[in-house]
């Protein structure tokens, strides 16, 4: 599949149902960093004026008949509502997302520091409680891989805190990580395997940045 060519008829078909009140469209995860694999989803960001239930409706047909509709996914939301979203969480949310059609930067404003610093404290509090759940309970290792990709965002929001940089791909972030971080990430490619002592090393690894942030 070319994004590229997908993407252009996406915002084809949206727009020709909702013309002006769509103010933003934007592309996020592997599809935007260019790692995306044969069967990755399609995270699509859209941006209303306002959104409504029966928008919600309206926009689920409009994209019905669209080539690899099982594989879209992503955000909608009305403009009031991202403007007024945890601040936290708009920090990933800006720097994960290619701009298609619209601009962020016309719609949200954040602290970057402030909000870099929240992500890694709720992302590592988030991580902490679902690997100790997931350990004691549900024993789950695509869980585990689950947590350790968040964790991968967690990664992200720090290496800005320490460099004011945000790295977008993955793979440039890996280099430029400590020891225990790409310990994490090598285990991840088995959490089968490897469950018991990635489960320790996640923990360990979140909780550190409980007690730094």
Not at 53 to 59: A, G, L, S, T, V
Not at 78 to 85: R, V
Not at 132 to 154: Q, R, T, W, Y
Not at 178 to 192: N, Y
């Amino acid at each position: 599949m070319d994004i590229k060519t997908w993407i252009e008829q996406f915002q084809k078909v949206v727009l020709g149902e909702f013309g002006e009140r769509i103010l933003f469209i934007g592309l996020q995860g592997s599809q935007a960093r260019g790692e995306a694999g044969p069967d990755s989803d399609i995270d699509v960001v859209v941006i209303f004026d306002t959104l409504s239930f029966e928008d919600i409706k309206r926009y689920r047909q409009t994209v019905e008949g669209l080539p690899q509709r099982d594989r879209l996914c992503g955000f909608i939301s009305g403009k009031k509502e991202i403007q007024n979203w945890e601040q936290s969480e708009l920090f990933q949310f800006y720097y994960d997302t290619i701009s298609v059609y619209g601009s962020l930067d016309t719609l949200i404003s954040f602290d970057e520091k402030t909000s870099a610093a929240q992500a890694v404290h709720m992302g590592a509090c988030a991580i902490y409680h679902g690997c100790v759940h997931n350990f004691l309970h549900g024993k789950d290792p695509a869980a585990l891989e689950m947590l350790c990709k968040s964790a991968i965002f967690v990664m992200q929001a720090e290496h800005f805190c320490r460099t004011g940089q945000h790295i977008r791909k993955h793979a440039e972030l890996l280099p430029l990580l400590g020891e225990s971080e790409q310990k994490v990430l090598e285990l991840k490619k088995d959490c089968g395997a490897n469950f018991e002592v990635l489960s320790e090393l996640l923990m360990d690894w979140s909780a550190k940045r409980i007690g730094d942030y």
